[in-house]
C-alpha cells in the first residue's frame, strides 16, 4: 500500500495543504512548532479514525474554524481509494470511501495499515500496561474485523458495567442487571483473549528475534502475553469478585486490565530494566509491526516516523534505517544530517516552515 497524495483544510496549524507523495521515503524537516508532526497525524487520523495522541476531534481543528477536512489518496493492490474525513467540533466526525459516505468509522480501519513511532512510544516499555493495552488493541484492529468488533463491545458493556456498579448505592434493586452485563463481558471478552494470545504467539518470534540483533546478540529479549484471567476463569473471577466491584464501583477482573510482558535474563525490564534495554525493547516491537502487517495481510504497511532519530544512539539510528528501505515512509526532523551520515536515500525533501511547507 502506498499513499499518492494528502490534503488538508483547516486542520491543527494547517489553512491548506496539498502533498504529492513518493512511493519511498518522504522526508519533512524544519525547527520544532512547524506542523511537521500534524502532517503525519493527519494521514493516521484519516487511515485509522484516531490520533496516535488521543486527541479529539475538536482539538484536532484549526483555531477559529468549525470543520476540518482531511482527503488521501491511497494505492492498495494497484486499486486506488479516496479517503475523505470532515471532522467536526460538536458533532460525530464524517467519513466517505471513494464518495460513498460509510456509517460506521469501523468500516475504515484495516483498509490501509498504518505504523506511527514517535518519541513516546519508547517508553511504551516503562510505562503503564494501559500503554502496551493500546498497541495491541490498534495492531489487532487494523488487522482483524473480529477483533474490532468484539473489542467495541467489550468497551460498550465494560463502560454500562462500571456505570451500573456506580448508581447501585442509589438504585440496589438494580443488582439482578449485573447477570446481563456479565454473560455479554464473558461472550466479547473471550474472543479477545483468544485473539491477543494468538497475536502475541505470532510477533513473540518476531520481536525476539529484532531484538537480538538490535543487541548485537549480546540480549535474549522474552515477550510475554499476561492474562488477567483465561477465558475459562472469567465466569468465576466475575462472581467472585463481584462485591468488591460494587464497593470500588469498577470492574476488577477481565482483559481490560491484560498486559504484555518484557524481561531480559529472566528480570522484568518493564520495572528494572536501564533506558537502554527499554528503548531497545520498544524500537524492536514497532519494527514488528510492520513485518506482521507483511505476513498477515500480504502487503506493505505505511510508517509514519516523528522525529524518532533525536532520541537513538548511532547504533540504533542505523539498525532502523536499513530495515524501512523496501516500505513507504513519512519522517520529520530537524536536520537531514544523520540521513547524509547514513547514505540514506531520500526520495522527497520538504522543508516545514510555520505550517507551509516547500518541496526542496
Known amino acids: 500500500m502506498i499513499i499518492e497524495s494528502v490534503k488538508l483544510n483547516h486542520f491543527r496549524n494547517y489553512h491548506q495543504l496539498e502533498l504529492s507523495l513518493d ?32 486527541s479529539k476531534d475538536k482539538e484536532m481543528i484549526r483555531f477559529g474554524e468549525e470543520e476540518a477536512h482531511i482527503c488521501m489518496k491511497i494505492v492498495k493492490r494497484e486499486i486506488p481509494y479516496r479517503i475523505d474525513m470532515h471532522l467536526k467540533k ?41 500503554e502496551r493495552r493500546r498497541f495491541l488493541d490498534m495492531e489487532l484492529c487494523q488487522l482483524d474485523k473480529v477483533y474490532l468488533y468484539h473489542l ?3 468497551n460498550k458493556i465494560l ?13 440496589p434493586e438494580s ?11 464473558i461472550r466479547y471478552g473471550s474472543v479477545l483473549i483468544d485473539l491477543r494470545e494468538a497475536f502475541s504467539r505470532e510477533i513473540r518470534e518476531i520481536v525476539e528475534k529484532i531484538h537480538f540483533n538490535l543487541s548485537g546478540g549480546k540480549e535474549s529479549l522474552s515477550l510475554t502475553y ?3 484471567c483465561t477465558k475459562e476463569e472469567f465466569r468465576e473471577k466475575l462472581k467472585k469478585n463481584r462485591e468488591k466491584d460494587i464497593k470500588t464501583r469498577m470492574t476488577n477482573e477481565g482483559p481490560h486490565r491484560d498486559d504484555l510482558g518484557f524481561s531480559v535474563k529472566d528480570v522484568d525490564i518493564r520495572k528494572f530494566g536501564s533506558q537502554g534495554q527499554q528503548r ?20 506493505t504497511p505505511v510508517l509514519l516516523l516523528d522525529d524518532v532519530l533525536s532520541e537513538l544512539d548511532r547504533g540504533r539510528q542505523r539498525y532502523l534505517l536499513e530495515n524501512i528501505h523496501d516500505i513507504q515512509t513519512l519522517i520529520t526532523c530537524t536536520g537531514i544530517g544523520n540521513f547524509v551520515d547514513y547514505n540514506f536515500k531520500i526520495d522527497k525533501l520538504f522543508q516545514v516552515i510555520e505550517g507551509a511547507v516547500y518541496q526542496q
Do not use: W
Not at 518522504?26 to 496516535?52: M, P, W
Not at 460513498?100 to 516499555?125: C, Q, T, Y
Not at 524500537?283 to 502487503?299: N, S, T, Y
Open 175 to 185: 443488582r439482578d442487571m449485573l447477570e446481563v452485563l456479565d454473560e455479554q463481558m
Open 226 to 228: 499476561e492474562k488477567d
Open 280 to 299: 531497545t525493547a520498544a524500537l524492536a516491537l514497532k519494527l514488528a509491526e510492520i513485518e506482521i502487517v507483511k505476513r498477515r495481510v500480504k502487503d
Open 23 to 54: 512511493k519511498g521515503t518522504n522526508l519533512f524537516y524544519g525547527d520544532n512548532a512547524q506542523g511537521k508532526t500534524n502532517i503525519l497525524e493527519a494521514v493516521y487520523v484519516c487511515g485509522t479514525t484516531r490520533s496516535h495522541k488521543g
Open 159 to 171: 463502560a454500562q458495567r462500571n456505570k451500573l456498579l456506580k448508581d447501585l448505592a442509589f438504585y
Open 152 to 154: 467495541g463491545n467489550y
Open 90 to 130: 460538536n458533532r460525530t466526525k464524517g467519513i466517505a470511501i471513494n464518495g460513498v459516505p460509510v456509517k460506521r468509522a469501523g468500516e475504515l480501519i484495516g483498509l490501509g495499515h498504518f505504523v506511527f513511532f514517535s518519541p513516546e512510544d519508547l517508553n511504551l516499555i516503562k510505562n503503564g500496561p494501559s
